[in-house]
DNA sequence: CTGTTAGCGCATTCAG
DNA sequence: CTGAATGCGCTAACAG
């Protein structure tokens, strides 16, 4: 044809909005530039941030990701992961699965590319992408033994989870590194949100020798403690101290700002789909590991303990 | 082949982990069981509330869905509704779009499914989901004249958006219909954030003659101008009421704990998904509309006006 | 370097 | 009712 008619041609393509059919390319190049993204919960605000970091790094390649919520439900967990195969993605990304190792990679195909975040790899194929939980904890409380605090008390949350077993050995180890004695009775178990906090801080509070400074598995925990306080006349922080972790929104929010241990939700996610990307680019590459830092935030919740003074 | 055979067969296909491939099936059926979801932000916690509603109510349908960030940048935009209709998604969910009317429909091709959310749908053949943001707005105006403010401040977001201009007509029409004066330096633009709440509500607070109120466009400006007050030193509700929009959950944990207007987040989300399901399932149904209620949740930031005490 | 063809893995159609 | 052929729209390998 003609070099002009050829011109019109394209031109009048493009008017018309053709885009070529990713599914018919998909099916022949073996690629979808699509990945799977399981996630406990978007409106968990840890995982929010998470989420906007992967879809950045996402996007920034030309992938886009299917979000999947599975509320930390093994079944739904395994459903999604069987969906995502099945639809081809390049490559999935999972957080804080809660799945036994022998569910975890029997769910998943051998060739496909995996990035755990929270979760130490389970095989030998796969990245991950780890919060520093136990240095976080781990300074969490030095700074309230630095406070002069030797009564610390733990908010923990729902013992299945890889960040509250990780977080709670910071705490323990903290303690024995430094020599001070660990009473059972001030570790409590709730569940990870404000009205969990709230319970696991009564308990704390109500006993014959409370302690003098709290830590939280997470903030939205330490939100909780921050009313039980309230709500039982100690005032934080001269006569309590109050430590949470994670560092979202409403840690500075609330009132007295918390002191807490920020975790680089944005970041984490980037770093994940970063790695999965050099996974899906090279094949034989060295398999992806990092370790993403945590900082202490003082802000108002945390002072100098009062019997100490 | 044996019947005997033939289980073996498909007891060891099971085992071995096949899946049909969703690619070739959507392929040759045209229907790839995924939508797309074109969001401004996921961190914002009101679109993050919708996310998970249709995210739940797509998998409940057996979709899944594909999530987009879009900044409120129209090329973003346009890149993933290009993206997504490439990808052969059956249908799309947009929220809160500021593309122009023009641009939006010609993005999309004329065939796909659509729903709008928070947004009067282009042409006729898209669903709509709209938040009454404005009784919501009125809700807010009237509650704080029933305490007998007269001179209310209004902090206004961005007002290229939708909900902003019906939140706004909302204020406005309210105070028309009572018969308040409406002085316009009490109307006041900034970004729709914590930060912008505080920077807005300090104008307000240094005007010569300020007001004895103030409704916020969201509830992030709330948070803002709570701060601001604490900075000025009015007490709230005592010396100055603010009321939020949209009862996230930071509304509730700030003190003094805010009043707000609650717009169902998730239920939008879900009855996005749900109006998406019924184009796709039946093209010749009448195009669902809905229109999400809003409801006064009354708490600890508004009080009486001082001078009319 | 351009133009043609086979095949990706399904669903659907048609013949047996 | 079961089994073989066709095509979905594209890319890749191939031939001209």
Sequence with gaps: MSPETRKRVLRIIEEMGYQTNALARGLATRETKTIGLVIPDIMNPYFTGITRGVEDAANQRGYNVILCNSDEKPEKEITYLRLLQSKQVDGIIVCSSRLEDERLSSS?????????????????????????????????????????????????????SNSTNARLSGYKETLRRIGLAQDPELVVDDSPDINGGHRAAIRLLRLKKPPTAMLCFNDLMAVGALRACLSLGRAVPDQMSVVGLDGIQVSEVVTPPL?????????????????????????????????????????????????HA
């Design 108 to 160: 998943l195909s051998r060739s496909k590319r995996v990035v755990l975040v929270n979760r130490e790899p389970v095989n030998t194929q796969m990245g991950s992408v780890m919060v520093d939980n136990q240095g976080g904890a781990a300074a969490a409380v030095s700074h309230l033994i630095d406070l002069g605090h030797a009564r610390i008390g733990y908010l923990n949350g729902r013992p299945t």
């Design 259 to 307: 002191t807490t241990i920020r975790v680089p939700q944005y970041d984490t996610g980037r770093q994940a789909m970063e790695a999965l990307a050099k996974l899906l680019a090279d094949e034989s590459l060295t398999l992806p590991k990092v370790v993403v830092p945590t900082e202490l935030v003082v802000r108002s919740s945390t002072g100098p303990c009062p019997n």
